[in-house]
């Protein structure tokens, strides 16, 4: 290779940041990691202030292909298994010296070869530590990083990973205390940022953004974030497994009136249940950070102490129909995202739950390990939720599309079919996906009438196909009883591709666990990499 071309490379090469150090925190830690630095000279270890530790780099600009994106953490391959020529995994933060001393003796008494290993999070983009270790002379305790700023210990499985969420985060591996400290410089922040992956304006945090708040708030098991605009909606990260969370609030009176208690009490039960198309509910609790909130114990509702608020998390949505860039979705995958909505309605209506207020907004797109990637570059959504209101139907709303005919005619008062107001709502709410309605309109029966030459605009331009025309036309029928329910609509002959795959889905699960059940068990072997895609 030629200087000139040296020269050409050497900038590229130069491109990383520093942006943490996994420093000794304790003379025990300290005294290890200098032996280590004599015996072993690891390139990342440095001297760290009064301190030594291993220097945390990543890449500024970002080559997927090459940049791993985690650490290994451990005490290294015993001498046996190097000998004997078997495969094995090194360390980045060796917590060892070489075998034969008593400094290696008692270090491996508290630290696996492969111990943990830091990772940045799929989706939130926080910093993660996970443990291999299983057993509780070797577990990892993480000061203060528990609910209520109790020190968390990791022991798998029951504990395996959680956030790194302050600026200095202080580990105990037995007797050794470490401290991994986010030092990444201001004029980097704003580089490191651009790798973020999602959440667009809703970020909990940026991803690979390594500076968390010098001061953590945590509300029982997460850390917020920021409050989303022009919503009650505050982003947040569960503090055990990165997940994107999103955290709302109520007064204690509305949470125990009838009707919003067995909405919260719904929505739970669709927790990791998705195809079901419901938005769920991860966690409930109040002020106390007690889940069941305290509250809802009968002997407690007198209580003077007794909480004003109730707390609860569900899943973060990277989308809504209203803010989807609709223009990388194909026709076929905005029938799917359809489905999806219907599929929950049904879902709702069947436990005779009526929604009272879908618009764009309460359909949600959520981002989650389940996305496929088009030949374009851009994730395809392959899951949509209908988000549950916990406030009653406004008896007198604010003028949308999204509010059926009859609404008005009645002022708001009649005795109407909820599940027909859903049907509508629902069907009004999918055409963001191809236009964006006339704002504050008001459906009467002229207004009615341009609705739907608004359709016969886009069915003949081919933006909607006649299919999907035709069951629109149903739905956004301008009398309620021309209008299928929800269950007849989810039998249409549109969705039959959708209803096949989805049977095919169930079929290939319950073939899989035959064949579990029925197969030889297989044999096991240890995994010794802590690695996050192991």
Known sequence: ???????????????????????????????????????????????????????????????????????????????????KGLDHLKPDILL??????????????????????????????VLMLKTTSTTSSRCITYEHGDMDNQDLELIAPKTQTCVMRRSQNFLRFGDYRFVLEFVVQSQHKDKIKAYSTGYPGLYPSLALNPAPMRHSKTCFNVWLHNKIPNTSVTSGINIYTGEP????????????????????????IYHERLDKGVLSIIDVWCEHNSSPPCFFNDDDQGDD????????????????FCDLPWEHINF?????????TLSGLAELHQQSITHGSISPESLLILSESKLTTLVNGQSAPRRAVISLSMQKRKTKPKASVCIAPEVWECDGNGNLDETKLDIWALAAS???????????????????????????????????????????????????QDRPNATDALADEIWRPLRDEKQAEEDNRKRRRTEMMNGDGGKRVRVLSPDPED
């Open 430 to 480: 999918w055409l963001w996906s191809f236009a964006v309605p006339p704002n504050n309109l008001k459906i009467r029966k002229h207004t009615h009438e341009s609705l739907m030459v608004m359709l016969d605009k886009m069915t003949k331009r081919g933006s909607i196909k006649k299919p999907l025309d035709r069951l629109l036309r149903q739905m956004l029928a301008f009398e309620p």
């Open 245 to 268: 969370v999103a955290v709302k609030q109520l007064q204690t009176k509305t949470a125990l009136l009838p009707y919003t208690s067995k909405r919260l009490e719904i929505a739970h």
């Open 332 to 340: 076929e995958n905005r029938l799917a995202l359809f489905y999806h």
């Open 305 to 320: 102490d007794c909480c004003g608020r109730v707390f609860y998390s569900m899943p973060l949505a990277k989308y809504n």
């Open 96 to 125: 060892c010296p070489p075998e034969g001393s008593a400094s290696a003796r008692i270090a491996r008494k508290a630290i696996q070869a492969l111990h943990a290993s830091l990772h940045f999070h799929s989706e939130s983009g």
């Open 1 to 83: 290779m030629s200087d000139h071309d040296s020269d050409a490379q050497s900038p590229r090469l130069a491109e990383t940041v520093n942006f943490a150090v996994f420093a000794a925190a304790n003379t025990a830690a300290i005294h290890l990691l200098e032996i280590i630095q004599s015996q072993l000279s690891p390139p990342t270890l440095e001297l760290h202030g009064d301190t030594i530790g291993y220097q945390l780099s990543i890449p500024l600009l970002l080559d997927k292909q090459n940049f791993r994106g985690a650490w290994r953490i451990g005490a290294g391959p015993p001498r046996a298994i190097i000998e």
